[in-house]
């Protein structure tokens, strides 16, 4: 009696990181997914942990898709920049862009905070050398 064994080889592909959902708004990342699903790639997502320790990020099942997955979420985020830069500009003409006086007049209470804070933070980290002169 003879064994014969037959091989079967199998390639394994590993799932890669493809964007990350740090700092990205829920629209954008909600336009990823669909730019995604309309090109059939499959993908999950991680979701980012309570203390910050691991980030949210979408995922390609298959590595061999990396490339394509790459070249449409550039091309996405060229036509996003191409648009906020137009969009920007239109507003600029318009005299309707925010500025700092802009903010200030919004939340005047918010700016005054914050700029109270950074005094009591330089307060402290400057009086230790202030009084070794004493």
């Given at each position: 009696?003879?064994?014969?064994?037959?091989?079967?080889?199998?390639?394994?592909?590993?799932?890669?990181?493809?964007?990350?959902?740090?700092?990205?708004?829920?629209?954008?990342?909600?336009?990823?997914?669909?730019?995604?699903?309309?090109?059939?790639?499959?993908?999950?997502?991680?979701?980012?942990?309570?203390?910050?320790?691991?980030?949210?990020?979408?995922?390609?099942?298959?590595?061999?898709?990396?490339?394509?997955?790459?070249l449409l979420i550039t091309r996405y985020q060229t036509e996003k920049a191409y648009k906020?830069?137009?969009?920007?500009?239109?507003?600029?003409?318009?005299?309707?862009?925010?500025?700092?006086?802009?903010?200030?007049?919004?939340?005047?209470?918010?700016?005054?905070?914050?700029?109270?804070?950074?005094?009591?933070?330089?307060?402290?980290?400057?009086?230790?050398?202030?009084?070794?002169?004493?």
């Open positions: 009696m003879q064994l014969t064994s037959i091989v079967i080889s199998v390639k394994l592909t590993m799932a890669c990181k493809l964007f990350s959902l740090r700092d990205v708004s829920e629209d954008e990342a909600e336009e990823i997914r669909e730019l995604l699903n309309k090109n059939e790639i499959n993908y999950y997502e991680t979701p980012s942990s309570i203390w910050g320790i691991s980030t949210a990020a979408i995922y390609l099942k298959n590595e061999h898709l990396l490339e394509k997955a790459n906020a830069r137009k969009e920007h500009e239109k507003l600029k003409r318009e005299g309707k862009t925010e500025t700092i006086i802009d903010r200030i007049k919004k939340d005047p209470i918010k700016i005054i905070s914050h700029l109270m804070l950074i005094i009591i933070i330089l307060y402290l980290s400057i009086k230790p050398f202030i009084s070794l002169g004493n």
